[in-house]
Nanobody, 123 residues
Framework: VQLQASGGGLVQAGGSLRLSCAAS????????LAWFRQAPGKERKFVGA????????AYADSVKGRFTISRDNAKNTVYLQMGSLTPEDTAVYYC?????????????????WGQGTLVTVSS
């Protein structure tokens, strides 16, 4: 599975942005998909994850209520809708996948990674 993230850019604080991650190579309907982010000089952190059916989701406390993860299996795409952005959300955002039925917040549990897309939030 190859993952390609897109949609990053520069946005003002309080604004919104939607990231997309398209998968190719094989169907990912049996995969948990997730978003992680890495700010400059910091470790990569969990943002959110979604089960293959879309019925189960999990979020980091820092984004809960502001970000929404969703997926369209027909399009092999997962989305991250981000709102009420703050400068603390500035990071490179990565999509990741694992063939499993259980969500995970640990980056080590994901086998497939996209190349990352940069989100910059200005104050």
């Amino acid at each position: 599975v190859q993952l390609q993230a897109s949609g990053g850019g520069l946005v003002q604080a309080g604004g919104s942005l939607r990231l997309s991650c398209a998968a190719s190579g094989r169907t990912f309907s049996n995969y948990v998909l997730a978003w992680f982010r890495q700010a400059p000089g910091k470790e990569r952190k969990f943002v959110g994850a979604i089960s293959w059916s879309g019925s189960n989701t999990a979020y980091a406390d820092s984004v809960k209520g502001r970000f929404t993860i969703s997926r369209d299996n027909a399009k092999n795409t997962v989305y991250l809708q981000m709102g009420s952005l703050t400068p603390e959300d500035t990071a490179v955002y990565y999509c990741a996948g694992r063939r499993a039925s259980v969500l995970s917040r640990s980056s080590s549990q994901y086998n497939y990674w996209g190349q990352g897309t940069l989100v910059t939030v200005s104050s």
